[in-house]
């Protein structure tokens, strides 16, 4: 593995870096994200359970804001519940673009170090083929200098631009 990282030059150092925090994020992505943590089966029967008891208070609301997102945006929705509808639907869809933001954490990174590893690669094989050019150039292999030259003159000007 290590001779692999070797050969492939100073720009496998960005790259594994790159993938690192890929997978990092990726599986942070899977931990916070699971289902029984973003919409758990006993939020609803127990707030179900709570106004059928008629026991849903305050101090019951809050709990229910800060036990997972889904109870964060039904707790929204029923802190204004004496409102009206209007409002009430007002504030849950508040409370549920502020949860989906939260919920979308690290999402833009990801997607920034997906376009950014295959350019390293990119630029890889442009700086390898610079240097196989190159060395063509310098030691020649039969006339081919004069069609090195072009095509290493070339690569630089993409690796440039």
Same mark, same amino acid.
């Given at each position: ?8 030059? +100073? ?8 993938? +690192?925090?890929?997978? !990092? ?31 849903? $208070? ?21 802190? $204004? ?34 376009? +950014? ?26 006339? !081919?200098? $004069? ?15």
């Amino acid at each position: 593995m290590f001779e692999l990282l070797k050969a492939g030059g +100073i720009l496998m150092v960005p790259i594994l870096a790159c993938s +690192i925090l890929a997978l !990092a994020i990726i599986l942070e992505r899977f931990w916070t994200l699971r289902p029984s943590r973003v919409t758990p089966q006993h939020t609803i029967n127990e707030l179900w359970r709570w106004i059928k008891k008629k026991e849903l $208070n305050g101090r019951k609301l809050k709990a229910l804001q800060g036990s997972s997102p889904l109870g964060r945006i039904l707790a929204g929705g029923l802190m $204004n519940a004496k409102h009206g509808r209007e409002i009430m639907k007002e504030s849950i869809e508040h409370e549920a673009s502020q949860v989906i933001h939260e919920l979308e954490r690290f999402l833009n990174p990801l997607g920034t170090v997906a376009t +950014i590893t295959p350019l390293l690669g990119l630029l890889g094989t442009v700086i390898g083929m610079i240097k196989v050019f190159a060395e063509i150039q310098l030691a020649g292999v039969g006339d !081919a200098g $004069n069609l090195a030259g072009g095509i290493s003159e070339a690569l630089i000007t993409t690796l440039r631009a």
